[in-house]
């Protein structure tokens, strides 16, 4: 039954590490986004993606890379993970891509890094 | 670059009071949207507002929107204590594109 669902819900790793959060909706929606919150509760979009096509690319190190097999899943690969990449990564969908509707988020990914 | 400015950043009021929350934004938009978030978990909307609306209510809450001062208010009205939680305002569409951005958040505590 979960809209948006990611996983896994927690990721503590060594510094160097690669991983992958996966995430999926059941929404049918066509986009799908990748949102980082920090520790002061901040959310700032990393990715977005519309059809499985790449739309929004914030400046994000190379280092992050989405990958979207089909419009339900929208995955987040991390190579060389830093300290600094510590924080809760969001993934979240919507219906309107063009002056976008709701937006229903994922329980979120704690990623710390040590 | 950030989008949103909330304020208060901390709210505490006793339960049965109203809670009002302001958001600031500085581009254009086509909607702007509060979204909820409870300790450990993701955001749950909660409403949205188009930018040709200047109020809109739905349950014990209501929001306005102001695009002369590119400005928001969220108003909790009779609060409970499970609305406890950070409140985020979010614009969408216009000069942002595709995107959602979002505020700095207002940790509101209803005290019981």
């Known amino acids: 039954d979960t809209a948006v669902s990611q996983t896994p819900k927690y990721l503590v790793t060594q510094m160097g590490n690669d991983k992958s959060i996966k995430c999926e909706q059941n929404?049918?929606?066509?986009?799908m986004y990748w949102y980082k919150q920090d520790s002061k509760k901040f959310l700032k979009i990393m990715f977005s993606?519309?059809?499985?096509?790449?739309?929004i690319n914030e400046t994000v190190p190379n280092r992050f890379s989405p990958k979207s097999p089909d419009k339900a899943h929208l995955n987040l690969h991390i190579n060389s993970l830093e300290l600094g990449d510590s924080a809760v990564y969001f993934c979240a969908s919507s219906q309107a891509f063009t002056g976008i509707g709701e937006a229903f988020f994922g329980q979120g990914t704690r990623l710390t890094v040590v | 670059s950030q989008q949103g400015e909330e304020d208060p950043q901390a709210l505490s009021i006793q339960e049965g009071e109203n809670a009002t929350m302001n958001c600031s934004y500085k581009?254009?938009?086509?909607?702007l949207q509060w979204y909820r978030q409870n300790s450990g978990r993701g955001l749950v909307h909660l409403i949205l507002i188009r930018s040709n609306e200047r109020e809109k209510h739905s349950g014990r809450l209501r929001v306005t929107l102001d695009t002369s001062k590119k400005s928001s208010s969220l108003l909790i009205t009779a609060s409970r204590a499970a609305d406890t939680a950070s409140y985020f305002c979010?614009?969408?569409?216009?000069?942002?594109?595709?995107?959602?951005?979002f505020g700095e958040g207002t940790q509101l505590t209803v005290n019981p």
């Open positions: 979010a614009t969408g569409g216009g000069t942002s594109g595709s995107r959602l951005t």
């Open positions: 993606y519309n059809n499985k096509e790449l739309i």
């Open positions: 929404l049918g929606h066509d986009t």
């Open positions: 581009t254009s938009i086509n909607n």
